[in-house]
């Protein structure tokens, strides 16, 4: 499987951005999908899980109720909805799939997309 995100970008505090994963070479409804990111200076964090057909969502904590993760199976994309950002919220953000039911453990994820950087400014 291979993954292409986008949509990341510069936004002022308080904004929105929506990142898109599109994935390739496998069965899209087979994996599940998940967004992580890297901040300088710091380790990669989950942000947000989604099952195969959709049903479950798991959040970082910091970031729920401001951030949605969603996907259509018929497109093979998956996307993070991203409202009120905030200063914390820069980072690289990567998607990842699995072939595990939902996870939200990085390890478990064993394809990775390139990275798409959000800056929020203050």
């Known amino acids: 499987v291979q993954l292409q995100a986008y949509g990341g970008g510069l936004v002022q505090v308080g904004g929105s951005l929506r990142l898109s994963c599109v994935a390739s070479?496998?069965?899209?409804?087979?994996?599940?999908m998940g967004w992580f990111r890297q901040a300088p200076g710091k380790e990669r964090e989950f942000v947000a899980a989604?099952?195969?057909?959709?049903?479950?969502?798991y959040y970082l904590n910091s970031v729920e109720g401001r951030f949605a993760i969603s996907r259509d199976n018929a497109e093979n994309t998956a996307y993070l909805q991203m409202n009120n950002l905030k200063p914390e919220d820069t980072a690289v953000y990567y998607c990842?799939?699995?072939?595990?039911?939902?996870?939200?453990?990085?390890?478990?994820?064993?394809?990775w997309g390139q990275g798409t950087l959000v800056t929020v400014s203050s």
């Open positions: 989604i099952s195969r057909t959709g049903a479950s969502t």
């Open positions: 990842a799939a699995t072939n595990n039911w939902i996870t939200t453990r990085a390890t478990d994820f064993g394809f």
């Open positions: 070479g496998g069965p899209f409804s087979a994996i599940a």
